[in-house]
């Protein structure tokens, strides 16, 4: 079965960096596009940062800048590397794999999440 774990929240100044992970594992991590969801309190969760299989990214534009993308084919792990952090980036951040990015609608399997905080 599909199982995705995510690593490296915290809690992080204003201005701070995080790196989080995501691996993955019980499906052909090469052949799916990965991306990173987060939720703050009260709000709809939402696409911060995808990958396509091909290694075309997408990034909401409060992160465009920020935010990178990457993955490892070798490994099955997808990274999100978080620049000059804002109190606005506070939120729970999911780990997601399904066949083709949607920023639009939600669908494919969730890791649990990890919690990114940032001070002010």
């Known amino acids: 079965q599909v199982q995705l774990v995510e690593s490296g929240g915290g809690l992080v100044q204003a201005g701070g960096s995080l790196r989080l992970s995501c691996a993955a594992s019980?499906?052909?991590?090469?052949?799916?596009?990965m991306g990173w969801y987060r939720q703050a309190p009260g709000k709809q969760r939402e696409l911060v940062a995808g990958?396509?299989?091909?290694?075309?990214?997408y990034y909401t534009e409060s992160v465009k800048g920020r935010f990178t993308i990457s993955r490892d084919n070798a490994k099955n792990t997808v990274y999100l590397k978080m620049n000059r952090l804002e109190p606005e980036d506070t939120a729970v951040y999911y780990c997601?794999?399904?066949?083709?990015?949607?920023?639009?609608?939600?669908?494919?399997?969730w890791g649990q999440g990890t919690q990114v905080t940032v001070s002010s």
């Open positions: 019980g499906f052909t991590f090469s052949i799916y596009a």
């Open positions: 990958i396509s299989s091909s290694g075309s990214t």
């Open positions: 997601n794999a399904r066949i083709r990015l949607d920023p639009v609608n939600l669908g494919g399997s």
